[in-house]
């Protein structure tokens, strides 16, 4: 019997979750290990650079939406693509070099936040969705829409690692 497409992209999203909590056990090969959650396997700068300028293939939004675990809107929101820009790209099968690295981004804190919590998928996520204190009451996947907020978001995390809940 031939395996379903959504059990085979639920197998793709638990290897790229389980690969990065090994890296999480074992230490990343790279910075940029976060791209793992976009099912990217070159942690090489030039490399990466390079993908961002081209414009990351649209399955790696997929591939995020995923591994999040958030409704595609929600998805979409983080990462600050519209709805319908998002269905073109979808089509052309490539996203814009913005709007790849806005997914690099959202990438990126999203690894921090699963740094945060050990791995532990939803406990990350129900972070990201929540109201923080620290963050003025802003639910840090809102704040993270921008590279300034984003920083913020990391920040906070950085801090909550050390103890500080300011």
């Given at each position: 019997?031939?395996?379903?497409?959504?059990a085979?992209?639920?197998?793709?999203?638990?290897?790229?979750?389980?690969?990065?909590?090994?890296?999480?056990?074992?230490?990343?090969?790279?910075?940029?290990?976060?791209?793992?959650?976009?099912?990217?396997?070159?942690?090489?700068?030039?490399d990466?650079?390079?993908?961002?300028?081209?414009?990351?293939?649209?399955?790696?939004?997929?591939?995020?939406?995923?591994?999040?675990?958030?409704?595609?809107?929600?998805?979409?929101?983080?990462?600050d693509?519209?709805?319908?820009?998002?269905?073109?790209?979808?089509?052309?099968?490539?996203?814009?070099?913005?709007?790849?690295?806005?997914?690099?981004?959202?990438?990126?804190?999203?690894?921090?936040?699963?740094?945060?919590?050990?791995?532990?998928?939803?406990?990350?996520?129900?972070?990201?969705?929540?109201?923080?204190?620290?963050?003025?009451?802003?639910?840090?996947?809102?704040?993270a829409?921008?590279?300034?907020?984003?920083?913020?978001?990391?920040?906070?995390?950085?801090?909550?690692?050390?103890?500080?809940?300011?």
């Amino acid at each position: 019997m031939p395996r379903s497409a959504t059990a085979t992209k639920a197998e793709e999203s638990n290897r790229d979750l389980d690969e990065f909590r090994l890296f999480l056990r074992r230490g990343a090969p790279s910075p940029h290990a976060y791209v793992i959650l976009l099912g990217l396997h070159s942690y090489d700068l030039p490399d990466l650079l390079r993908s961002v300028r081209k414009g990351l293939p649209y399955k790696a939004f997929e591939r995020f939406v995923r591994n999040l675990s958030l409704s595609p809107e929600e998805a979409m929101a983080f990462v600050d693509i519209p709805r319908r820009t998002a269905h073109r790209r979808k089509r052309e099968g490539r996203l814009q070099p913005d709007e790849s690295d806005r997914l690099l981004r959202a990438s990126r804190v999203f690894a921090r936040a699963l740094e945060l919590f050990d791995g532990d998928r939803d406990a990350a996520v129900e972070w990201l969705t929540a109201p923080i204190t620290a963050l003025g009451g802003a639910r840090p996947i809102e704040l993270a829409r921008t590279e300034v907020g984003a920083r913020e978001v990391e920040a906070t995390i950085g801090r909550i690692e050390d103890g500080v809940f300011s």
